[in-house]
């Protein structure tokens, strides 16, 4: 009887596949699930899983499964995508700047002037004494649009 | 970015001047803006003159090693002084538009 592929190898390669896209495509413009993407870790957890089952198909059954190499290469990868999105997610986007010297709340903001989109010099104080901002401005400070 | 054009109505409604700033060029912010719909004013602090004075330098974080500004969020009153400051401690997290709007309730309640 020809052997058969444990499909929970191709499975689990595509769940753990979904799972940065996902997180990408959805669930970054939320600020929320940006932070703490509990679907896409989900999709991680799954995904791993159905690679272990694959793994454990192919070695505890070989004579009904192929794909002893294949399944350790798959699972390998699977935990290697999984660790790259979690250091990114929990080490490297935190190593921000600490910012100590940053206006605090009770200070004057430092005044300036800088080009707005259409190139014309604006200051803080000429923003400030606009008509929409009887009540002050929110300045949101981003890491650009690249 | 876009949540916070969604938002933009609550924004003017309190009296408060909705301000991005980045290191991006003009030319650059212009595009996103018309691309993505934003009404509101991009600041462009190329020579990252600004951004150092509030100490928000992320050096090399950016494409190609450049230094660009960490996320941060002030909320100045109409004198210019600080009434709350937002540092997020990982680039994954930002404020919401909901918190940018509880933060300035806050303080204008404050006020009162």
């Given amino acids: 009887m020809k052997r058969r592929w444990p499909y929970s190898i191709w499975l689990g390669l595509a769940v753990v596949l979904a799972a940065p ?3 990408l495509t959805v ?4 600020p929320a699930t940006r932070a703490m993407p509990w679907p896409s870790l989900l999709l991680f957890a799954v995904g791993v899983a159905l690679l272990l089952h694959g793994l454990l198909r192919a070695w505890r059954a070989p004579q009904v499964y192929r794909g002893k190499v294949v399944a350790a290469i798959a ?21 921000v700047p600490d910012s100590l010297g940053a206006p605090r709340v009770g200070q004057l903001a430092p005044d300036f002037t800088l080009p707005d989109q ?10 400030l004494a606009s008509p929409h901002a009887s009540n002050g401005a929110m300045l949101v400070f981003y890491r650009g649009g690249w | 970015m876009r949540s916070l054009q969604a938002h ?15 290191v991006d060029p003009p030319e650059e912010s212009a595009d996103l803006r018309k691309k993505a719909g934003y009404t509101f004013t991009f600041l462009g602090d190329t020579k990252r003159e600004v951004t150092r004075s509030y100490d928000l330098l992320h050096p090399r974080a950016g494409p190609g090693g450049s230094d660009i500004a960490r996320p941060a969020e002030f909320y100045l009153d109409a004198t210019g002084t600080v009434r709350w400051v937002n540092l997020t401690p990982s680039i994954a997290e930002r404020a919401t538009p909901e918190e940018l709007l509880a933060a300035i309730d806050a303080s204008l309640a404050e006020k009162k």
């Avoid at chain 1, 669930?27 to 939320?30: H, K």
């Avoid at chain 1, 259409?118 to 923003?127: E, T």
């Avoid at chain 2, 933009?8 to 980045?22: H, N, Q, T």
């Fill in chain 2, 8 to 22: 933009l109505p609550e924004f003017d409604a309190r009296g408060v001047r909705l301000v991005a700033i980045s």
């Fill in chain 1, 75 to 95: 699972l390998a990868s699977g935990l290697a995508v999984t660790g790259f999105f979690c250091w990114g997610l929990f080490y490297a986007a935190r190593q």
């Fill in chain 1, 118 to 127: 259409d190139g014309r010099p604006v200051s803080l104080a000429q923003l």
């Fill in chain 1, 21 to 23: 896209v996902l997180y």
């Fill in chain 1, 27 to 30: 669930l970054v413009p939320n």
